[in-house]
Every structure is written in structure tokens, then in C-alpha cells.
């Protein structure tokens, strides 16, 4: 039996060998390092009934990305390059990269995804399913919109990184956590919200303050480009398409409905009573809101509850803050403020007729037979043209910085 | 512990995508349910052992009635084990290829996972016991993970309404995870080599209490995460909300990670099955020492496994519709039955005593 | 120096056998003795023979036979010769031989261990250990004197396994040195010390140390038996008994513990595990070792509880850094890019751009490289040493990074790893991690984490089912048993350590009294009074 074992133990070892063998020679899942295109962002576009995919490839050899815009020490390859390429449907125009790429394409990398306003005029439903559906393809990328042709923006250099496309993705983290105006949407939040029962979503528009493109590094070593990327207005999607947009004040008062609020800047008149003029600045550091539907008679009302509190910073009238008084005023013209951004909001939303509150799930979640009825007539559209919203705002000045007066106040003269 | 790796590793792959279609947000209701019915099960299970005093199953079978019965009941549970295995791996092999390695060939990746379980299978149940504790000890690491990853994207609201379903799609719902819970009747085959089998049904009941939390939890989080309809297109859901996880700037893409960890139970998870076909080979053909039979039936599984289940669809529908019928004939049924027809003996030579 | 396994037909002696098969009965005359004597050793030039007569014994006929060099020559002249060539004792003139013997062996000989001998084969046995042969002519018994005694090495601190602090002795090549140092810090008469000669043609003296009650018996049984069976040439070193003795033929990892500190012997046998000294050599062995005794060194309970079980998981996470960590470079920048972070890994595909060969084979160069260094270090003559070694690491390592040959970050990998081996206490387990770190890589690069992973779990299978002398290799962890887990991955506090591991295989004997912990004085006296009280 021992003497059996032992054989038997050979063979297997035997066996295994050739395994192990087959295994190193065809490792056919392997990529090395240098042959990986590294996407860091990418662009679509829908042109003569064909899509177009602009594809932004990071240069490795242009050193490591970080730190260091212009200057002598800079390389002379740009940082990244850039690849377009047409298909019939969306991975037909991915593989076609291979016509011209040196190195396979590699998406796990990538940070942001542009679509141009003809795709999302056209429908956004397949882009989706190929980003949830790919492998490779990442749902976190954070998505934009671009008005015309998204492939330009990916070609514009910027400044303080080399990295494009990790360049945008921090731009927008740093906006909707400092300035909250427009909210970050990732892929896999599109796709949610596109399904969810609202079936409406919010994009933010990516664009180029200038005419010119900044596509060659020589032109990026100045201080001051002409042309920056920027953050421009909110698309608005209904269903898979785009209906329209919300300028960036309406974006504003989008977010407080949607208490998507991390820490904003309001800039308020400080005495409402005797002028008009805006000299004082707020900063809100927390704030909630909360969506009660109440259904009346026949419509619903929203009953939206803004609560907020934060940090005075700048005031340019003359101010005594040890004053309750003048303290309560201002919170009052912090809050009508509030309210006009709300209601300015609301009545561009509902004129585009997209439910981007997300009022359909909140309706759903706390009246369910109501909802079902809904459902089952199809008649959201019409109860959400119906909908009234009674928003009340309170916000608590918290502190006042580190001077209690305005400096204007003890001035001389 | 080893019902816990013996239910969870598939489950957590396959259920939610299902459980999701029919309930929404009415899941971890369903999961209740299913549950509840597995206790029941358990309860089953843990009575036979205690019975017959952890002495092999089939053996105990022949010897109370006829040994033509007791092959014959093996016969059908060879086949059991043989298929259930066979499915085991292919979910296995199709998980693996759609996740990480993609263009394997999928013999290789047969091949490889049946090497190594035929070694740990070789090697006792005793090793895979404890392999077993620490892989679930690991586990301990994961899940702090998990939730610090996930916490800024849970949205608890995602979660109602709670009985926005009817009943009976509840229950639709919960007749897969039911199907499930029920593979803790592999206990009858384990028990000749349990400690104490009179714990048997503690045991059975400690496993499926662990199986409920951690499908609870992973189920409970990813709805947060996702919202109801979200889910119904992953086909992987847990590990789709993994993929989420950004951490900082610098740990994302955890979800290989996840896989890795999840590779390391599915391959214990097969192995106990495998471990359980040897047995149930061993106790029908009265053979003595199953060595040489190992690498032949795990033979007999890869062929399976390639040529019968080479399309996904049909693994789905069946893990959809038929698994239900064929779980419970084998786990619930039979040792129902054998429980009844033991009664009865019980009853018989009971009553002939009292007669002597 | 090789030799083959020779089949004799001598078996090796048991402690209890005293009789060889077909033993040469030693002659009366003494001539024929010494005849017989000289022609089995033959003509070697450190052997003496020394014959005299003794008047006042009737013309006894003496023969002294002694190893030069095995022997303390003071000890033969004062204590066996001076009495036996100056004492003039009887007055009478004949004296029986017999009585000669028994009067010599019992009253005259001042020396402390005297043997009696009939076989030629006992005696030459004796010669070599470094008695002196006392043959008489006229009868057929011989006595032996111990009078051993040759250079030995002094004690000196131990050169493999240094402490910062603790005690700097290490064993020497004498099985008695090793004995007497055990000896003087087990103090109790429960310490039992039985002697083996092993080993046909070196029949090296081989002596297992144990604490009666304490050790289990099935383990000393086993480990009698198997020490019985060894049938070899020769044992020059601890591994020679090692590789006969150990459990599972063909695994990497050590069932056995070795080392050179009789601390760490003393510790072992404490804990009831049972320690094999080697006549010869300064590694002594320990049986049986679970896997995380080799992560224990003897420093861990010198130093205090909170920085040894930091030290401790530094060397846990060690073990897997060096077995582990080219695998995983492998497999990640390969198979799973889309782990790393986007700022490493540009830089990294940046230092890939001009290498030519792809990651595996990067990685097992490198690694070849720095085993062959590794290596020439050790045989490097002290004073070229450590210039080499510099020259080796780092200039090899810079300039291939410069020529292009390998990536920077292959290069901190691989140092980094071979750091990391070093940082494991026990030789034993370091080599055997080097081996399987070269399997890993292999498996990682063709198939990435699944691949790592597969081969873990084979890993992980084999250590489970793999036992020590009956101790399951992976306890307490795989048997999970959560009272043995106080000294594993941390250490806690001395005072808490109320009972003995679990190598004993469960002779769960308290080692101490419990609530041990250090109050300060008034709480004491509260607790007294408490005491006192209830």
C-alpha cells in the first residue's frame, strides 16, 4: 500500500508538471506595465449617427504626475495624448483604438467620462449599460456634459496636474464640498437615479472659458492661461434624455432642495431695511433638509424644511455684532435669500418638467397606496406640475468670526 | 462553523440578484422567512443525528430497514452531491471569469481548483475544519472594512417602504434562500466525524443564525447603498457596492480584494461537498478507503461541469426555479421520511419489547 | 562530507543491552589482550600502552591503554598511576589476582567513575571516550577509569541567535557543557537526562532532556522510538537526528525547533516540550514545535509585554511580507492594475518604460541575485566582508536600476523582502519561506491573486493537517482554544500567564499562582484585610 501511495504520488506530481508548465506559458490574462494605455478620461459624442469616443491616455514617461506646471524642468511630451475614434456603437469605436494605439487600453484608471449635448439630446441609456455592463470599465467616474463637441475639453492642458483627468474629478469633489452649487454625479448615481422612480437626473456642464484650446505644453507655461476648464451650468436629464438647463443660481437652490448642502457661500445684504446693497458673506457649515409630502384636496404640497448654521466672514456695512438685533436681521436676509434661490429654483425645474427633487421617491417612501395609483395611471407628470412647495428656512449665524465689529464701523471718517 | 462556509460563499453570489427581482426592498423579509424555514430543517437534521449517534448515515439507514433501501437512497443522493458539486464549481468558474480573470480558458481554471481540492480533500475533514476557523476569523478583518468604506454612502431611506409587497411575493422571494439554508442537511453526512453529535441541531441552528446575519448585512447594506432598482441589473451586487469603496484618495477598486477572500471560502465550501460525495461513494458502495475514488469523481464533476453548464442562462433559471424542488426533495424530504420511518421502528420494537 | 548509509549487522546499543552479539571475551593473558587490542586500532600514533608491575601487589602484571589527547594526563599520573606504582600495601606476597582486581577497583583508585569491561568491543568503546584501560594479566575482566578530559571551546555568547538582554551563553560542542548548563538552571530533581549513542561510526553521544511529569509520555515514547531507529553512519550535526525524527516526509516547514541558547532549551522544557542535545555540535533540539514557536525567541520574555507583542506582530507580518510580497507585486502590476492607485501606479509604468524583461522574470533574477549574495556573505572571509556586501547590494542594485535592467520598485521590493526574512527568529522557518516565496511568484504570475490565493489554501491545508510528535502544527489556532492564545501574537504580561501551552499535548499544569498582577502596597493591605475578613 506504501509502496502504491508512493506511485501514485509520482504520477500526480508528474501530472501536475505540465499543468504548471501550460500555466506559465500562456498566461492569458496577463498585461505588463508597458503595454497599458492608461485611459484617464474619457469623451463621447454622437456625429453624423455614429458615436465618437475621444479617449485621454496617460504619457508615463512625461514623469510622474504631480506637481509642477511650466517652467525648464518640464518635459517636452505632453502629459497625456489624446486618441478620437468613430464606431457604430460605443465599444466599435473602443476597439478601433487599436487601429492607431501603441498600447491596449486600459479604463480601470479612468476618472471622468464627457458627453457631448448630442448624446445626451439623444439618450443616455446605452452609455450607461456599457459602463455597468463592462469589466474593466469603472461605474465611479464622474460624469459630465459638455456643450458641442466633448472631445475637445479632454485635449486642454491644466495647470498644478498632469493627470487631466484626476485634475477634473478633483475640481468637482472640491466644488460640491466647498461650494456646493453643483452635485458630483458618478456613473453608478446616474444609472440610479435615471431608474429610480423619479427618473430624472442632474449632470454638471464641464467648459473652456476661452475660444482657444491650451493643448500644447509650450503654451501652458505662462501664469495666467486664457483658457481654463470650468464648471458651467446643470444639465437636466428626463429619462434618458436631456431636456434642459438650470443656470447656476437655479443649480443653487437645486441643491438645497435636494440637501445635497456640504458648505456653501451665501452672500446676503446685511442691512435689508435701508439698502439693497450685498456686502456681507456668509459661510453655511451644516445644513439639513427635509421633504414632507402633504396631500391636499388634490395636489400634493411639499412642506421643504431648510435648517443651516455656520460662520459670518465678511461684512462691508457698519455692524455692531453684540447687537441681538441686528444679528436676528441678518439671519432674516441670510434666509430670504434662501428662499428666493429655493422658489427661483423650483419654478425652472418644474418648467422643465423633470423631477430632479427626487419628489417621486419621497412620495412613494411615506404614501404608498397614493403612489401606486400614481403608478398605475401613469399621471406623475401631471401631479408634479401640481405640486406647490411651502419652504421655510431658518439658519443660526453660529459665530461671528474673530472680530465683533465691522471695520467699517470704526472707521474715522 | 463549516454549515456557515457551506451555505454562504454561493449564496452571497447568487441570492441577492434573485431575492431582488421578486421583493425589492421586502428582502430581508424574505431572508427571515427562509430562515425561519431552515431552523425548521436544522431542527430535522439535528433530531436524525441524535438518533442514530453520529454513525455514518447510510449505514444507519441499512441497518434500521433494508440495505437495498440504503443503496438506493445513496444512489439518489450521489447523484445529489454529484450535480449540487457540479454546479458549485461552475458557479465558481463563472464567477472567477467574469470577474477577474477573463480570458482563462475555462478548462485550466477547472483543472486547477479540482487539484487542489482533491489535496484538501485528501487530506480530512479535520484540515478543512480548521482552515475553515481561520478563514472565517479573516473574516473579522473584512467586514470593519466594508462598512468604514461604505458608510458615507449608505442612505437608510433607500430601505422602505418596508411590505410594499404582497405576501406571496414575499414568500416567491424567499423559496431560493430557503433552498439554500436547506444544504445544511450536509450535516448527515459530516456527523460520523462530529465531536458531540448529540450538539448536532445546536450546531445546525449556530450555522444558519450566522449565514441570516451575514446576509442581512450584506444584503441590508447594498440596498442602502444602491436602492432597490438599482440592484436588479448588478449581477453581483455585493460586490459591485465593494467596487464603490474610495477610501482617501489612494484605496479604491477594493473589490479584488473581496474576491480574493471570497475565493478562499468557495474553494472550502467545495471541498465540503466534495468531502460529502466521497462519503456518500463510500457508504453506498461499502467501500473501505476512498483514496484512489477522489480524483475520479472529481473527474466525473469537471466533466459535468464544462459540458453541461456551459450556458449562464440555464444555470440562472435553474438556480431561479428548479433548485427549490430538488433542495427540498433531498433535504427536507428524505430525512423526513427517514425520520418517520425510524419513528415507526422506534414504535414497533417498542412495542415489542413491551410485548417480551 | 557524505558517506553512505551502510546496512550493518551490529545493531546500535540500547541503554539497557549491555552484551554485542558475538562479543570477543577478553583473553587471561594479558599479551594476548594487548595483541588483539593493538591490531583493531592499529598503529596509530596517539594510542599508549603503558605497562608496569606493581612488587607489593606479587609482580602484578599492568597495562594502561589511553587515548593522548582524549585523556587529562594529570589526572592518569596522580590519580591512576602514583597509587597503583607506589603503593605498598600488602605485606603478604601472594595475592590472588581476583582479589588484586576487587582490591584495586574498590580501595585504590581515586578516581571518581570506574568500570568494569569483559568485551574488547566495550572496552575499545570506553577507550574513545576517553577512559583508560586497565588490563591485568590473569583474569578475563578489565577496569576503565574516566579520565576524560580535551580542549573543549569555552562558553561563549551565541553567534546566531544574540539577546540585547538576557543571558549570553551559548552551547558548545560538549554534550556535558550543554547538560551541566541546563542543569544549573533547572534545579529541580524532576530534570531527567537520558543518553543515546547514535550514529555506527561517530557514535556520537545524543541526550534527551526532559521534565518528568511534566513532558507527556506518548511524545517521549515517540520520540525513544525513533531516535532507536535511526540506523545511519554517522551524525555530525542536529539535522543529521533532525531529518530522521521529524514528522511529514516531504513538507517544507520545520516540525523541530533548533538553537544554540540553553535559555531557550531551558524555556522549551519548562513549557513541556522535550530538548535533544547533540554531542558536537552547539544546536540543540526541541520537539515538538507547533508553527508559532518558531516565531518565539527568548528575548520576548526578557523585554516587557507591551514591546514584545509589538515585536511579535512585526514578525508575523514579516512571515507574510517575505513570503508573500513579490508575489503580490507580481500579480498586481500585471493582472490587477486597477488596485493600485493612479498616481503609483503612472509611476510606476513610468520605471517600467525602458526594462526589457517582463515582471516574473524581473522578479526572479533580482531574487537570484540577492540569494547568491546572501550566500558568498556567508563564505566571505571576514575582512573582505563587509566591503562586499556594500558593494553588492547596494552598487549592484543602483547601477542595474541606472543601466535599465530592473525597476527601482522591483529592486525595494525584493530588498525589502529579504529584510523581512531576516527579522524571523528561527533559521528554520526563514529558509523554508525563501523556497515557497519562489512557488508564489511562479503561481502569481501566471494567474494572478487566484492563483495566490489557490496556493494559499494548499498552503494552509498542508500546515493544518501536518503534526508535530501528535501536536497538531497549527495549534491553538486550528484547534481553536482560546486559553492557549496568551503567548501567540502578543505576549501577555507574565502574571497572567497562569498555565502552560498546549505542547504537552493538555498536561495543563498551573505554572503559577493566579492574580499575580503588581498592586501598589495599600491596596495589598486592603486585599489582606479583605481576606482576612471574609
Known amino acids: 500500500m506504501k509502496v502504491q501511495k508512493h506511485y501514485v504520488n509520482k504520477l500526480l506530481c508528474l501530472l501536475i508538471l505540465p499543468l504548471f508548465c501550460t500555466l506559465l506559458s500562456g498566461c492569458w490574462d496577463d498585461r505588463e506595465l508597458s503595454e497599458l494605455g492608461i485611459a484617464s478620461g474619457s469623451a463621447y459624442d454622437w456625429e453624423d449617427n455614429q458615436w465618437k469616443a475621444t479617449y485621454q491616455l496617460v504619457n508615463p514617461s512625461s514623469g510622474a504626475s504631480g506637481m509642477g506646471g511650466g517652467g525648464g524642468g518640464s518635459s517636452s511630451s505632453p502629459p497625456f495624448l489624446t486618441f478620437t475614434v468613430k464606431g457604430k456603437t460605443i465599444m466599435e469605436a473602443i476597439q478601433r483604438t487599436n487601429l492607431t494605439s501603441v498600447r491596449e487600453m486600459f479604463t480601470s484608471h479612468s476618472r471622468i467620462s464627457i458627453l457631448g449635448e448630442s448624446v445626451a439630446r439623444k439618450g443616455v441609456n446605452q452609455l450607461i449599460d456599457l459602463f455597468l455592463r463592462k469589466q474593466d470599465a469603472r461605474d465611479t467616474v464622474y460624469v459630465f456634459i459638455a456643450k458641442g463637441n466633448a472631445g475637445k475639453i479632454l485635449d486642454q492642458l491644466m495647470q498644478l496636474t498632469k493627470n487631466q483627468g484626476a485634475g477634473i474629478q478633483l475640481m468637482i469633489e472640491q466644488e460640491s464640498k466647498l461650494l456646493s452649487y453643483y452635485p458630483s454625479v458618478r456613473m453608478f448615481e446616474l444609472a440610479m437615479a435615471l431608474s429610480s422612480e423619479s427618473g430624472s437626473a442632474v449632470i454638471p456642464e464641464i467648459l473652456l472659458t476661452g475660444k482657444e484650446i491650451m493643448d500644447e505644453t509650450t503654451e501652458t507655461g505662462r501664469t495666467d492661461l486664457p483658457s481654463r476648464l470650468a464648471l458651467g451650468r446643470l444639465a437636466v436629464l428626463k429619462g434618458e434624455k436631456m431636456v434642459g438647463w438650470l443656470s447656476q443660481k437655479q443649480a443653487f437652490g437645486l441643491t438645497f432642495l435636494t440637501s445635497k448642502i456640504k458648505m456653501a457661500n451665501i452672500s446676503f445684504a446685511t442691512h435689508p431695511q435701508t439698502s439693497d446693497k450685498i456686502d456681507g458673506s456668509f459661510i453655511l457649515q451644516n445644513s439639513a433638509t427635509s421633504l414632507r409630502p402633504i396631500w391636499v384636496k388634490d395636489h400634493y404640497i411639499m412642506d421643504v424644511n431648510i435648517k443651516g448654521s455656520g460662520v459670518l466672514t465678511e461684512i462691508g456695512s457698519v455692524m455692531d455684532l453684540n447687537d441681538r438685533a441686528s444679528i436676528s436681521q441678518m439671519e432674516k436676509s441670510i434666509e430670504n435669500y434662501v428662499l428666493e434661490l429655493v422658489e427661483n429654483s423650483w419654478q425652472a425645474v418644474k418648467q422643465l418638467n423633470a423631477d430632479v427633487t427626487g419628489f417621486a421617491v419621497k412620495i412613494h417612501r411615506s404614501d404608498r397606496k397614493r403612489w401606486k395609483q400614481i403608478k398605475k395611471d401613469k399621471s406623475w407628470d401631471t401631479v408634479f406640475q401640481e405640486i406647490e412647495i411651502r419652504p421655510h428656512v431658518s439658519i443660526k449665524i453660529e459665530r461671528m468670526g474673530l472680530s465683533n465689529k465691522s471695520f467699517k464701523s470704526i472707521e474715522q471718517n | 462553523m463549516l454549515v456557515v462556509t457551506t451555505i454562504l460563499p454561493t449564496a452571497i453570489v447568487v441570492l441577492p440578484e434573485i431575492i431582488g427581482s421578486y421583493a425589492e426592498q421586502d428582502s430581508p423579509l424574505a431572508i427571515s422567512l427562509s430562515t425561519l424555514i431552515g431552523f425548521g430543517i436544522a431542527a430535522l437534521v439535528g433530531t436524525i443525528i441524535r438518533y442514530n449517534n453520529g454513525a455514518s448515515f447510510l449505514d444507519w439507514i441499512g441497518a434500521r430497514s433494508s440495505p437495498l433501501l440504503a443503496t438506493l437512497l445513496g444512489l439518489l443522493l450521489l447523484q445529489y452531491y454529484l450535480d449540487t458539486s457540479a454546479t458549485i464549481l461552475r458557479e465558481f468558474v463563472n464567477f472567477v471569469k467574469d470577474t477577474v480573470l477573463l480570458n482563462t480558458p475555462i478548462t485550466v481554471m477547472t483543472t486547477l481548483i479540482l487539484v487542489v481540492t482533491i489535496y484538501m480533500v485528501r487530506q480530512g475533514i479535520e484540515c478543512i475544519a480548521r482552515v475553515n476557523s481561520l478563514v472565517i476569523l479573516l473574516f473579522l478583518f473584512f467586514i470593519p472594512l466594508y462598512l468604514f468604506g461604505l458608510a458615507g454612502e449608505m442612505n437608510v431611506h433607500r430601505l422602505l417602504p418596508i411590505f410594499d409587497h404582497s405576501l406571496s411575493t414575499i414568500t416567491l422571494a424567499s423559496l431560493t434562500p430557503t433552498s439554500w439554508m436547506s444544504e445544511v442537511a450536509i450535516l448527515l453526512f459530516l456527523a460520523p466525524y462530529l465531536k458531540s453529535p448529540q450538539k448536532a441541531r445546536l450546531i445546525g441552528y449556530m450555522g444558519l443564525i450566522f449565514v441570516f446575519l451575514m446576509m442581512m448585512f450584506s444584503m441590508i447594506t447594498t440596498m442602502m447603498v444602491f436602492g432597490p432598482q438599482y440592484l436588479k441589473l448588478t449581477t453581483y451586487p455585493g460586490f459591485s457596492t465593494v467596487g464603490i469603496i474610495q477610501i482617501g484618495r489612494f484605496v479604491e477598486n477594493l473589490d479584488i480584494l473581496f474576491i480574493s477572500y471570497w475565493v478562499l471560502a468557495i474553494y472550502l465550501k467545495f471541498s465540503i461537498f466534495l468531502f460529502a460525495t466521497v462519503e456518500c461513494f463510500k457508504q453506498t458502495f461499502r467501500v473501505k478507503s476512498s483514496r484512489p475514488f477522489i480524483g475520479a469523481l472529481g473527474l466525473v464533476i469537471a466533466m459535468e461541469c464544462l459540458f453541461t453548464w456551459t450556458d449562464p442562462a440555464k444555470l440562472n433559471m435553474y438556480n431561479r426555479e428548479g433548485r427549490f424542488l430538488v433542495f427540498m426533495v433531498f433535504n427536507v424530504l428524505l430525512p423526513l421520511a427517514v425520520l418517520l420511518i425510524n419513528g415507526r421502528r422506534q414504535a414497533k420494537s417498542k412495542r415489542k419489547g413491551c410485548e417480551t | ?534
Open chain 3, 1 to 534: 562530507m557524505k558517506k553512505k548509509q551502510q546496512a550493518s549487522s551490529k545493531k546500535v546499543p540500547d541503554p539497557e543491552e549491555t552484551s554485542v552479539p558475538a562479543p570477543l571475551q577478553l583473553n587471561a593473558s594479558l599479551e594476548a589482550n594487548l595483541q588483539e587490542i593493538s591490531k583493531r586500532i592499529g598503529q596509530s600514533s596517539d594510542v599508549v600502552f603503558r605497562r608496569f608491575t606493581n612488587e607489593s601487589l606479587s609482580s602484578l602484571s599492568l597495562a594502561f591503554i589511553y587515548i593522548d589527547g582524549l585523556v587529562n594526563s594529570e589526572i592518569i599520573n596522580r590519580n591512576l598511576l602514583q597509587p597503583l606504582m607506589e603503593t605498598f600495601t600488602l605485606k603478604s606476597d601472594s595475592i590472588a589476582t581476583e582479589a588484586a582486581f576487587s582490591m584495586i577497583k574498590d580501595q585504590m583508585l581515586p578516581v571518581g567513575g570506574v568500570k568494569e569491561g569483559q568485551t574488547v568491543e566495550s572496552l575499545l568503546g570506553l577507550l574513545f571516550e576517553g577512559y583508560t584501560l586497565i588490563l591485568f594479566d590473569g583474569i578475563q575482566k578489565a577496569l576503565a577509569a574516566d579520565t576524560a578530559g580535551w580542549e573543549k571551546r569555552s562558553i561563549n555568547e551565541p553567534t546566531s541567535q544574540g539577546v540585547i538582554r538576557g543571558p549570553k551563553e551559548g552551547f558548545t560542542e560538549s554534550l556535558r557543557t550543554g547538560t551541566s548548563m541546563l542543569r544549573r538552571r533547572l534545579k529541580t530533581s524532576d530534570l531527567r537526562i537520558e543518553e543515546y549513542k547514535i550514529g555506527q561510526r561517530t557514535q556520537t553521544g545524543v541526550a534527551l532532556v526532559y521534565l518528568d511529569g511534566l513532558a507527556s509520555e506518548s511524545v517521549l515514547t515517540e520520540i525513544r522510538r525513533r531516535l532507536n531507529s535511526i540506523n545511519t553512519d554517522s551524525i555530525l550535526e542536529s539535522n543529521y537526528i533532525e531529518e530522521f525524527i521529524q514528522d511529514g516526509g516531504l513538507t517544507p516547514f520545520p516540525t523541530i525547533q533548533n538553537t544554540e541558547r540553553p535559555d531557550a532549551i531551558a524555556g522549551g522544557i519548562l513549557e513541556g516540550q522535550v530538548g535533544i542535545i547533540i554531542d558536537g555540535t552547539p544546536f540543540a533540539l526541541l520537539a515538538p514545535s507547533t508553527f508559532f514557536n518558531f516565531f518565539q525567541s527568548s528575548e520576548d520574555y526578557y523585554q516587557r509585554y507591551d514591546i514584545s507583542s509589538f515585536l511579535r506582530l512585526i514578525r508575523y507580518s514579516a512571515f507574510f511580507v517575505s513570503m508573500l510580497l513579490p508575489a503580490l507585486y507580481i500579480a498586481v502590476t500585471t493582472f490587477h492594475q486597477e488596485m493600485l492607485p493612479t498616481t503609483l501606479l503612472i509611476s510606476l509604468a513610468a520605471q517600467r518604460e525602458g526594462v526589457p524583461l517582463p515582471a516574473l522574470a524581473e522578479a526572479l533574477l533580482m531574487e537570484l541575485t540577492f540569494d547568491v549574495l546572501r550566500e558568498a556573505g556567508v563564505r566571505m572571509p571576514r575582512t573582505i566582508g563587509p566591503a562586499i556586501s556594500i558593494v553588492g547590494a547596494l552598487v549592484l542594485g543602483q547601477a542595474a536600476v541606472q543601466a535599465g535592467l530592473v525597476s527601482a520598485a522591483m529592486v525595494i521590493v525584493v530588498s525589502f523582502t529579504a529584510i523581512s526574512n531576516f527579522v524571523i527568529p528561527s533559521l528554520a522557518i526563514a529558509n523554508s519561506i525563501r523556497l515557497i516565496r519562489f512557488v508564489m511568484m511562479l503561481v502569481a504570475a501566471s494567474l494572478g491573486l487566484f492563483g495566490i490565493m489557490s496556493f494559499l489554501i494548499v498552503l494552509l491545508i498542508h500546515m493544518a493537517g501536518l503534526r508535530s510528535f501528535g501536536v497538531p502544527y497549527l495549534s491553538p489556532l486550528a484547534p481553536m482554544t482560546p486559553r492557549y492564545l496568551k503567548d501567540i501574537f502578543i505576549r501577555v504580561p507574565l502574571w497572567d500567564m497562569t498555565t502552560r501551552p498546549m505542547t504537552n499535548l493538555g498536561k495543563e499544569t498551573r505554572r503559577q499562582a493566579s492574580n499575580q498582577k503588581p498592586k501598589p502596597a495599600e491596596d495589598q493591605q486592603q486585599d489582606q484585610q479583605g481576606g482576612d475578613s471574609s
